[in-house]
């Protein structure tokens, strides 16, 4: 389950986890193991709804991704029970995001239906200028806190749905969850 605040990068992360998925699938076994550079970051639109993409991450295994729009966040309660893992992409472009984004990911890690789901909290826009620096931006979600206190396990990664940085790091994440 991917959520997170609205222009967070949900889209356009699962458009790159998407694409990278191809790529390994395409690639797998070649004696060139080096991957293309990704296109052009294709154009994204709001989601309003449900988006939902099919990753390989393996020869044997598909994973289904559910994408929750989020203006959709006070309902999206109703998928928590469906999910094996959680994904919350956070936008670093402000410190006004980031507040408001606190707000949102700490009602979904008190969720009694994802106490014992592992969550990814997906540092996003880290490509951007004047992005809030790692060290604020734990400050300001709280982190080390979070960490501390709630049930579920929970991974913390930097990265850029437009360069692709940190994009292979999540793919892996789901592999394992």
Same mark, same amino acid.
């Given at each position: 389950?991917?959520? !997170?605040?609205? @222009?967070?990068?949900?889209?356009? +992360?699962?458009?790159?986890?998407?694409?990278?998925?191809?790529?390994?699938?395409?690639? /797998? !076994?070649?004696?060139?193991?080096?991957?293309?550079?990704?296109?052009?970051?294709?154009?994204?639109?709001?989601?309003?709804?449900?988006?939902?993409?099919?990753?390989? $991450?393996?020869? /044997?295994?598909? $994973? +289904? $991704?559910?994408?929750?729009g @989020?203006a +959709?966040?006070?309902?999206?309660?109703?998928?928590?029970?469906?999910?094996?893992?959680?994904i919350?992409?956070?936008?670093?472009?402000?410190?006004?995001? &980031?507040?408001?984004?606190?707000? &949102?990911?700490?009602?979904?890690?008190?969720?009694?239906?994802?106490?014992? /789901?592992?969550?990814?909290?997906?540092? !996003? /826009?880290s490509?951007?200028?004047?992005?809030?620096?790692?060290q604020?931006?734990?400050?300001?979600?709280?982190?080390?806190? &979070?960490?501390?206190?709630c049930?579920?396990?929970?991974?913390?990664?930097?990265?850029? @749905?437009?360069?692709?940085?940190?994009?292979?790091?999540?793919?892996?994440?789901?592999?394992?969850?």
């Amino acid at each position: 389950l991917v959520i !997170g605040a609205e @222009g967070s990068g949900k889209s356009l +992360m699962l458009q790159r986890l998407k694409w990278l998925s191809l790529q390994q699938q395409l690639y /797998k !076994g070649k004696k060139s193991s080096k991957l293309p550079s990704p296109p052009t970051p294709p154009a994204t639109v709001p989601t309003v709804g449900t988006n939902i993409v099919a990753l390989e $991450v393996d020869a /044997k295994r598909k $994973v +289904m $991704v559910r994408e929750l729009g @989020g203006a +959709m966040a006070p309902i999206w309660a109703d998928s928590y029970e469906d999910c094996c893992c959680v994904i919350f992409v956070v936008d670093r472009s402000s410190a006004t995001h &980031l507040s408001a984004t606190s707000i &949102l990911l700490l009602e979904a890690l008190s969720a009694d239906a994802l106490k014992s /789901k592992p969550f990814l909290i997906v540092l !996003g /826009k880290s490509d951007v200028p004047n992005a809030v620096n790692l060290q604020e931006t734990s400050n300001i979600l709280r982190l080390e806190d &979070l960490r501390a206190t709630c049930c579920q396990r929970i991974d913390v990664t930097e990265a850029s @749905g437009f360069t692709s940085d940190g994009i292979q790091y999540i793919l892996e994440w789901i592999s394992k969850h």
